[in-house]
């Protein structure tokens, strides 16, 4: 059994027998390396066994944590287009909304653009929270391509508008191209989220399009960091990406109204 192990059985311990309860800060790394009579190394490989069995999580500047029992941990894999609904309950918790508005109006010019829109066209844009558990974690505009039977208000979209769009156009949404950032959030943005001021966030810029390649929606979501860890599979088979039809990352407004 190697040192990092033993150091990362003997922190579960702790945890399990409520040595340090949820929510507690763990000593630093040099308390820890004194006491174990271990390298920085060592104590970092056994945090890192214990964070991604979902026991501890790290706080930049903060230090290293006990995560509460409630706490809510999604993984979303960038090579799947799912929808944030599919995402939430994959992970094994109930999918919510909250903050829900709808409005048409004129998208900036990228996101027009990405739809095909006319300058100067309307689109339908969805602004909404959406809850893992009842805990925010994500924030969303979506612009809607127009279609006569899209719901005009914010009672049609309490759902997966993965599903929507599927049942508007009577084809699936399968493809999407992704932009991926850490942006520092609006402080109103952060509130809704429940995080703590200046905490950043990952911002995901995509276009969605159908199964026969039209463009039908374009969001932008603020995924909490902290709730949300983005992974992708990587292969040295995988095809050069035309990077003309990559999805830009315009700024369009996303409180809510």
């Known amino acids: 059994m190697s040192r990092a192990h033993r150091v990362a059985r003997e922190l579960e311990r702790r945890v399990l027998d409520g040595t340090y309860p949820p929510g507690s800060q763990l000593p630093t790394e040099p308390d820890l390396c004194a006491e174990f009579g271990v390298s920085r190394t060592t104590v970092r490989a056994a945090v890192g066994t214990l964070q991604d069995r979902g026991l501890l999580s790290r706080e930049q500047g903060r230090g290293t944590f006990v995560r509460s029992a409630d706490h809510v941990d999604l993984t979303m894999f960038l090579d799947a287009n799912l929808s944030m609904t599919a995402v939430i309950r994959a992970a094994g918790h109930d999918p919510g909304t909250t903050g829900v508005s709808v ?58 508008v993965y599903e929507l769009l599927s049942a508007t156009y009577g084809r699936p949404v399968t493809t999407g191209i992704a932009r991926v950032e850490a942006v520092a959030p609006e402080p109103e943005t952060s509130a809704r989220l429940g995080m703590a001021a200046g905490q950043p966030v990952l911002r995901l810029s995509q276009v969605h399009t159908l199964d026969d390649g039209r463009p039908v929606m374009y969001s932008v979501i603020h995924l909490r960091s902290d709730v949300v860890h983005l992974y992708v599979e990587r292969g040295l088979d995988a095809a050069p990406i035309d990077h003309a039809g990559l999805a830009t990352a315009p700024e369009p407004a996303l409180p809510h109204s």
């Not at 739809?115 to 009842?134: E, K, M, N, Q, W």
Request: with cysteine.
């Open 103 to 160: 409005a048409d109006e004129v998208p900036p010019a990228p996101v027009a653009d990405a739809l095909g829109l006319p300058a100067g066209s309307a689109c339908r844009v969805l602004r909404r929270i959406r809850t893992a558990d009842g805990v925010p974690s994500f924030e969303s505009a979506d612009h809607l391509a127009p279609h006569r039977d899209l719901p005009a208000g914010p009672e049609g979209y309490t759902g997966s």
